[in-house]
């Protein structure tokens, strides 16, 4: 069972939805370059449009969606992955070292996973608050992935009580904006150490529909655990969900980055690091910038404020000057408490 509490580096999801543009052989690509990429799990949407929609019911007529004009049991129709490819592509995604799983849309979707012993169960944003699956996952007694875009706070404390109440024992929240794509505008990731704050038992993370990796690597600094993207091999290939989605090379990226930002957090740290000490001689400190006789008056021309960092502290430097120096000194010698008494 896959544990998302593990202390560690973001947990990477791949998503590969209807980016496969109903090819099996294009599928089992997706996972390969995935898992070669890094990403520790590829993930599937499983439904049908008979079991998301019925045809006639409603058409696309937002201008700026992707979809716009698309009746939606048609692009359910043409994004869907067969549910006879879901065990090839699981037993693609073990043998690459990966985990599988899925997005159940329905309950006959999650009997269906439960015979590929699905690991771990993601709930899409659109389906958060859907009681009946909600309890269907939970009784599983998985790990469950919440997404949590289109909802107030309420839905979301709602629908973590149906889950944890019909037996979920790990659950992942993932602040999700669910546009396509989404703008870091309108990602609002101080959402995540509120989530975090306000559902302690649960692991925080992100489902980004942004270009780039930008904002899901900023999202690690503010404790995001998990991070969810849409991958495809190629966003020239086109596609439902190319527009919006990674290629390889980004997911690369994505793995190293988020991985250095998570290194990057480590602890309070206000005092010179042992790593920092070899870094100590750069400092500055009261040098002999000229010859000085002994009984010179100490000034700004023959001595002062210089690297490397082995004379007296900068802070002695005005207490000096106008002081007498009790001995001769050379130009280019460091200034040390010594020097100062015979």
Same mark, same amino acid.
């Given at each position: 069972?896959?544990d998302?509490?593990k202390p560690?580096r ?5 998503e590969m ?7 099996? /052989?294009?599928? @089992?690509?997706i996972?390969e370059a995935?898992?070669? *990429?890094g ?6 949407? !499983?439904? !049908? ?7 006639? *019911?409603y058409?696309? !007529? ?18 869907y ?26 309950v006959t ?5 439960e ?5 771990v169960?993601?709930i $899409?944003?659109?389906e ?8 269907k ?9 919440l997404?949590?875009g ?10 973590v009580?149906? @889950?944890?109440?019909?037996g ?6 993932l602040?999700?904006?669910? !546009? ?5 505008e309108n ?6 150490p509120a989530?975090?704050e306000?559902?302690?038992?649960c692991v925080i ?7 780039g ?9 503010l404790g ?8 495809t091999?190629?966003? $020239? ?8 989605s ?14 250095? *930002? ?11 690091q ?12 009261v ?22 960092? /082995?004379g007296?502290?900068?802070r002695?430097?005005?207490?000096l ?6 001995? /001769? @000194? ?13």
């Amino acid at each position: 069972m896959i544990d998302f509490k593990k202390p560690g580096r973001p947990y990477i999801i791949a998503e590969m939805s209807g980016n496969h543009n109903q090819s099996l /052989d294009r599928a @089992l690509q997706i996972v390969e370059a995935a898992a070669d *990429a890094g990403a520790d799990a590829i993930k599937l949407q !499983t439904y !049908t449009a008979d079991t998301m929609t019925v045809k006639g *019911a409603y058409t696309i !007529t937002d201008k700026g969606s992707l979809w716009a004009g698309k009746e939606l049991y048609d692009l359910y129709k043409e994004a869907y992955t067969p549910w006879e490819w879901h065990q090839a592509i699981f037993d693609k995604a073990k043998q690459k070292g990966i985990a599988a799983f899925s997005s159940p849309f329905d309950v006959t979707a999650v009997d269906f996973l439960e015979e590929l012993d699905c690991p771990v169960y993601k709930i $899409a944003s659109f389906e958060n608050t859907h009681h009946p699956l909600l309890k269907k996952v939970a009784g599983t007694g998985k790990p469950v992935i919440l997404s949590t875009g289109v909802s107030n706070l309420e839905d979301i404390r709602e629908s973590v009580e149906v @889950l944890v109440g019909n037996g979920c024992k790990q659950l992942v929240l993932l602040k999700c904006t669910s !546009t396509y794509p989404a703008s870091p505008e309108n990602s609002n990731l101080m959402t995540i150490p509120a989530l975090q704050e306000m559902f302690p038992g649960c692991v925080i993370g992100l489902s980004d529909h942004t270009m780039g990796i930008g904002v899901s690597v900023a999202s690690v600094v503010l404790g995001a655990k998990v991070i969810e993207k849409h991958f495809t091999l190629s966003r $020239a290939d086109g596609g439902v969900d190319s527009a919006f989605s990674m290629e390889p090379m980004e997911l690369a990226a994505l793995r190293t980055e988020t991985e250095r *930002a998570w290194q990057s957090l480590g602890r309070v740290q206000l005092t010179v690091q042992p790593a920092e000490n070899a870094s100590l001689i750069y400092k500055r400190s009261v040098y002999v910038v000229d010859d000085i006789a002994a009984g010179e008056i100490f000034t700004e021309k023959n001595i002062g404020v210089i690297r490397p960092g /082995d004379g007296l502290h900068p802070r002695t430097f005005e207490q000096l000057l106008g002081t007498k120096a009790p001995k /001769d @000194l050379k130009k280019g010698t460091p200034l040390k408490e010594t020097d100062l008494s015979i």
